[in-house]
């Protein structure tokens, strides 16, 4: 049975970081994504990693968010520096991704953790 399981949300000021980790069991992935989703609005795609450890980024994160993937650990991480209020949400790690589909679309994976919620303070 795969379980996906983050850690490592928590508040912060503006200007702050978090490192956001999933801990995955039951199969390995060389694709996976990070997720987040705010109250009221659609979860959006953050960041993904492909084989080879291509990455991929939305524009409002590029720069400032980095995907990495440790695979003796079977753990994706999500460094997130200069934080911002806009950050604030629960992310999520998916995995399974659906070979074609767009990366940072929730419907490309199959597998999902529960959250880790992050809250950035102006």
């Known amino acids: 049975q795969v379980q996906l399981v983050e850690s490592g949300g928590g508040s912060v000021e503006t200007g702050g970081s978090l490192r956001l980790s999933c801990a995955v069991s039951g199969n390995t992935y060389n694709n996976m994504g990070w997720f987040r989703q705010a109250p009221g609005k659609e979860r959006e795609g953050v960041a993904a990693i492909g084989a080879g450890g291509i990455t991929y980024y939305a524009g409002s994160v590029k720069g400032r968010f980095t995907i990495s993937q440790d695979k003796a650990k079977n753990t994706l991480y999500l460094q997130m520096n200069s934080l911002r209020p806009e950050d604030t949400g629960t992310y999520s790690c998916?995995?399974?991704?659906?070979?074609?589909?767009?990366?940072?679309?929730?419907?490309?994976?199959?597998?999902w953790g529960q959250g880790t919620q992050v809250t950035v303070s102006s």
């Open positions: 998916a995995a399974g991704w659906r070979l074609e589909y767009d990366r940072l679309r929730a419907d490309s994976y199959k597998y």
